[in-house]
T-cell receptor, first 115, second 111 residues
Framework: EAQVTQNPRYLITVTGKKLTVTCSQNMNHEYMSWYRQDPGLGLRQIYY???????DKGDVPEGYKVSRKEKRNFPLILESPSPNQTSLYFCASSLSGAAGGNEQYFGPGTRLTVT | KQEVTQIPAALSVPEGENLVLNCSFT??????LQWFRQDPGKGLTSLLL?????REQTSGRLNASLDKSSGRSTLYIAASQPGDSATYLCAVRPGGGKLIFGQGTELSVKP
């Protein structure tokens, strides 16, 4: 089944403890992206990757890191999480990120709480 | 800076009604616009993608239109059903890898 998977689905952690949220897609998509969703603010893009080894900042990249060492995986890293990073996180992918683009497929989300 | 607005924020209709959801964007320089559905506590499901050169796309009871010059898109849902209850989001692709979302319209279809 074609899908985007995220792990973990739920995570409660403490301030300053490094964590990684994994994202994997099995559709051979070139483009992958991370978003956070907050009440009243909607969905905002954190980072995106047009292809392997190519990443770029979205609208809210502060406090996050990403890497794209292989096509199928795009982990989101919080080196020193803070309470303002408590949010619902989504990973997405599409066949291409080039002009015109393609429809994006979203993972099920990761609910992160930082205390 | 591109901004995407969806009005109304919430909408409640009786089953069977036809309805229109609105999406507006401030910069007409977009590559495409996509409509999504989000159920409570779930991820987003893509409904329709309209490229900048297209005027509309249809899928079943759904029809999405795009008027780039006026910065508007509409999602028309025919013969609404309780199962259509969800939050509907539109997002525009201004270029590169960015995607900018509206805040969504929460739709409730009453039996």
């Amino acid at each position: 089944e074609a899908q985007v998977t995220q792990n973990p689905r739920y995570l409660i952690t403490v301030t300053g403890k490094k964590l990684t949220v994994t994202c994997s897609q099995n559709m051979n998509h070139e483009y992958m992206s991370w978003y956070r969703q907050d009440p009243g603010l909607g969905l905002r893009q954190i980072y995106y990757s047009m292809n392997v080894e190519v990443t770029d900042k979205g609208d809210v990249p502060e406090g996050y890191k990403v890497s794209r060492k292989e096509k199928r995986n795009f982990p989101l890293i919080l080196e020193s999480p803070s309470p303002n990073q408590t949010s619902l996180y989504f990973c997405a992918s599409s066949l291409s990120g080039a002009a015109g683009g393609n429809e994006q497929y979203f993972g099920p989300g990761t609910r992160l709480t930082v205390t | 800076k591109q901004e995407v607005t969806q009005i109304p924020a919430a909408l409640s209709v009786p089953e069977g009604e036809n309805l229109v959801l609105n999406c507006s964007f401030t910069d007409s320089a977009i590559y495409n616009l996509q409509w999504f559905r989000q159920d409570p506590g779930k991820g987003l499901t893509s409904l329709l993608l309209i490229q900048s050169s297209q005027r509309e796309q249809t899928s079943g009871r759904l029809n999405a239109s795009l008027d780039k010059s006026s910065g508007r898109s509409t999602l028309y849902i025919a013969a609404s059903q309780p199962g259509d209850s969800a939050t509907y989001l539109c997002a525009v692709r201004p270029g590169g890898g960015k995607l900018i979302f509206g805040q969504g319209t929460e739709l409730s279809v009453k039996p």
